[in-house]
Nanobody, 118 residues
Framework: QVQLVESGGGLVQPGGSLRLSCAAS????????MDWHRQAPGKQREWVAR???????IYADSVKGRFTISRDNAKNMVYLQMNSLRPEDTAVYYC????????????WGQGTRVTVSS
């Protein structure tokens, strides 16, 4: 069992930066793939970024070059550094931990809200 708690959301102007954090409790953090997803008002939840157990990072095209995902296995933390924020990045951001078999090991946090507006 893994519990996830996100933090770091808030209101930021276009072009600004935020750093989201996700604190994980429970065992085996280093064995989980860690994702960030987001859900904008009136839209479906979408995947944003992933960091693998081997520390490789992949990104959705919409955030590539602006967002950076990282993990610290010693602290059971995953981060999302968001730069050059745009109004369309406004969403609730969710942290996810998953590993095979995914129907047994798939955990989500409660989300943190990011609003990009002037």
């Amino acid at each position: 069992q893994v519990q996830l708690v996100e933090s770091g959301g808030g209101l930021v102007q276009p072009g600004g930066s935020l750093r989201l954090s996700c604190a994980a409790s429970g065992s085996g953090f280093s064995t989980y793939i860690m994702d960030w997803h987001r859900q904008a008002p009136g839209k479906q939840r979408e995947w944003v970024a992933r960091v693998t157990i081997g520390n490789s990072a992949i990104y959705a095209d919409s955030v590539k070059g602006r967002f950076t995902i990282s993990r610290d296995n010693a602290k059971n933390m995953v981060y999302l550094q968001m730069n050059s924020l745009r109004p369309e990045d406004t969403a609730v951001y969710y942290c996810r931990a998953a590993k095979a078999p995914f129907n047994s090991y798939d955990y989500w946090g409660q989300g943190t809200r990011v609003t990009v507006s002037s």
